[in-house]
């Protein structure tokens, strides 16, 4: 009896010590481009929950999610956010280092932009033409089915309707989730219009994704870190350059800042969010369970994001440039952030 009451008194200091220690305000890690969105809901919610305003730091998704999936405890993030859903590797991660219950919010949808100053020729672009400008390896110009190193240097080079200036693209690094989707829904949506390379998913899977996403590295894409407003003070420095960038920055940049069409549709609110541009992608942010109710405020800000004040049709955030999602798909994450339902994959 004696050694069980010890024990419960122990248990009892941990639990005050954890909580002595615990962080007073949110910890907040991921995608830059939910970061616009995810700052704009946490100055709101400072101001107005009685809650300190949450802290975030742009790391990129894939940085974000390597943070998050550490472990439990006030030492690591209790947020991430991504622009591309969580893969199974990294939930592997997460559960392997006691992260169990993680609670996925989609926040809305976002359009990938090939942006350009407004001094600059606007583009009108396919998204053949952005696999042939960088992909590392395109196919042979002789016809043959082979890949060769990139050759192309102007946009002319790609396509003889374009200017003949030098292909100079400045983009997320491999890190970002902005890049993940670049590759999978621009270049690969480019690289699949070769039928032969198409023909390679189902023959040669890692072959397949290797020429459709691995970007060149001859300086014709320049990583530019996961600061997407040094792409667009770059952009304005240098009128020949391209920027890849979410479409909020465009949306917020659109005194200096313009948008190449891609096969040929515009990148505009209403035609992303009706599904006629082409490179677009859904927008994410996950929670730790394990982390709601010791670290003050995170039930009540995910609560704040996912209300219609901020994520609806008429919310806030679409004056920043989210996408908003149906009223169908908004009340399935808003109930799924009430139920705190955890993620399965």
């Not at 941990?14 to 100055?43: K, L, N, Q, W």
């Not at 043959?144 to 946009?155: D, F, G």
């Not at 459709?212 to 001859?218: A, N, P, Y």
Request: aromatic share 8%; with cysteine.
């Amino acid at each position: 009896m004696r050694k069980s009451a010890i024990s419960l008194v122990a248990l009892g200091l941990i639990t005050a010590t954890i909580h002595a220690h615990a962080r007073d305000h949110i910890m907040i890690v991921g995608s830059s481009t939910v970061y616009p969105f995810a700052t704009v809901v946490a100055e709101s919610f400072g101001k107005t929950s009685g809650f300190k305003t949450p802290i975030i730091e742009s790391t990129g998704s894939g940085g974000g999610m390597k943070l998050f999936c550490a472990g439990v405890g006030v030492q690591h993030p209790d947020i991430t956010n991504s622009s591309r859903r969580i893969k199974k590797s990294e939930f592997d991660r997460c559960q392997e280092n006691g992260v169990k219950d993680v609670v996925e919010v989609k926040v809305g949808y976002d359009g990938i932009v090939l942006g350009s100053s407004k001094e600059a020729q606007r583009l009108d672009l396919t998204r053949r033409d952005i696999f042939l400008a960088l992909a590392k390896e395109v196919p042979n110009s002789d016809g043959s089915e082979s890949l060769v190193p990139n050759p192309y240097r102007t946009w002319a080079d790609v396509n003889a309707e374009l200017p003949a200036i030098k292909i100079e693209v400045l983009g997320p690094p491999p890190t970002s989730g902005t890049r993940d989707a670049f590759a999978e829904l621009a270049l690969e949506g480019g690289c699949k219009t070769f039928d032969w390379v198409r023909a390679m998913k189902k023959s040669d899977k890692s072959a397949y994704k290797s020429a459709c996403h691995t970007v060149r590295e001859d300086g014709a894409y320049i990583e530019a870190g996961e600061n997407d407003n040094l792409i667009i003070q770059k952009l304005q420095e240098n009128p020949d350059a391209l920027g890849v960038f979410g479409f909020s920055f465009l949306d917020q940049n659109a005194d200096v800042i313009q948008g190449a069409s891609i096969d040929g549709v515009a990148p505009e609110f209403e035609l992303i969010a009706d599904g006629s541009y082409p490179v677009s992608r859904p927008l994410y942010f996950y929670a730790k369970t394990a982390h709601i109710g010791v670290i003050p405020g995170i039930q009540e800000f995910m609560d704040a994001f996912t209300g219609d004040a901020a994520f609806g049709d008429e919310g806030y955030l679409t004056d920043k440039g989210l996408i908003p999602m149906s009223a169908e798909e908004r009340q399935q994450f808003s109930t799924a952030v009430r139920n705190r339902t955890s993620l399965s994959m």
